[in-house]
């Protein structure tokens, strides 16, 4: 049986076993261990198993160098035509050297908490009220570059700065509301305008067009009715013409003439007139006629209307004698 002293010894074995076994410790990824041996800085630890020195070293800070996020409270400021605006930021930033994040600065978020909200106030009270509205890209870069410089000392790089909320009095906000519905009023009066007008000249490009259509077809009827007009006659005369040179080829020019003149005695003779002149030449027209009658009828050539005229005439020379 072991004594009593064994089992002390044994037990104070597995004690400091149990201690130095504690003493390892595992970095993980993305995080860095500032040392301290004997209340002094020793090393920056990374990634990887370490031994701590038991009562000699110890672990001052665990440092994560991933980019953080860090959204501060609206701060107010007052801009250059001194309008009091409630503005609050987002900054993002990275640790790049722990030992400098360590022992550069306490409370290093604090920090840059007020030290944002010095340079917000310092960049607003440059701008009038519609420029700080309008420029956030501008204050964005602005701070973002101030913060850089400022925090460099302290092992943090600032990446980017962002303005969440412009918070106007209540006042101006009720101006700019009354603004904003007066633009949009605006631009529909401007649109409905534009509008009417557009369908106005819509509207008298189609008269337009419709006037140059109907003139259009209006004149290519005239002009087929004309041309329509233009052959008949043209076929009118040919026929005449062609009459005329069978009645020359027959020789029978005078007494065609003469028979003519019969015809339109004829046609004055069935007018309202009371009197008619006859000239002394068409007397012995009946005469003529008979001789005519006869000649044409050995003539086949002449038109069927000039034979049954001389016909005409002949027998009314036949029953005058």
Known sequence: MPTIGVILIIAVVV???????????????????????????????????????????????????????????????????????????????????????????????????????????????????????????????????????ATDPWGIKINRVEVKNIIPPKDIREAMEKQMRAEREKRQSILIAEGNKRSSILNAEGEKEARILRADGERQTRILEAEGQAEAILKVQKATSKGIELIKAANADEAFLRLEAYKAMEKVAEGQATKLIIPSDMQGMVGLASTLSEAFKSTPQLSKATKESLNEASKAKGSKE
């Open 15 to 149: 004690i400091i076993l149990i201690y130095l076994a504690t003493r390892f410790t595992i970095v993980t990824q993305a995080n860095r261990f500032i040392v301290e041996r004997l209340g002094g800085y020793y090393t920056t630890w990374d990634v990887g198993i370490h031994f701590l020195l038991p009562f000699v070293d110890r672990v001052k800070l665990k440092v994560s160098i991933k980019e953080q996020v860090v959204d501060f409270d609206p701060q107010p400021v007052i801009t250059k035509d001194n309008v009091t605006m409630q503005i609050d930021t987002v900054v993002f930033f990275q640790i790049t050297d722990p030992k400098l994040y360590t022992y550069g600065v306490n409370y290093p978020i604090k920090a840059i908490e007020n030290i944002t909200a010095t340079t917000l106030r310092n960049i607003i009270g440059d701008l009038e009220l519609d420029e700080s509205l309008t420029s956030r890209d501008y204050i964005n870069e602005r701070m973002r570059t101030i913060l850089d410089e």
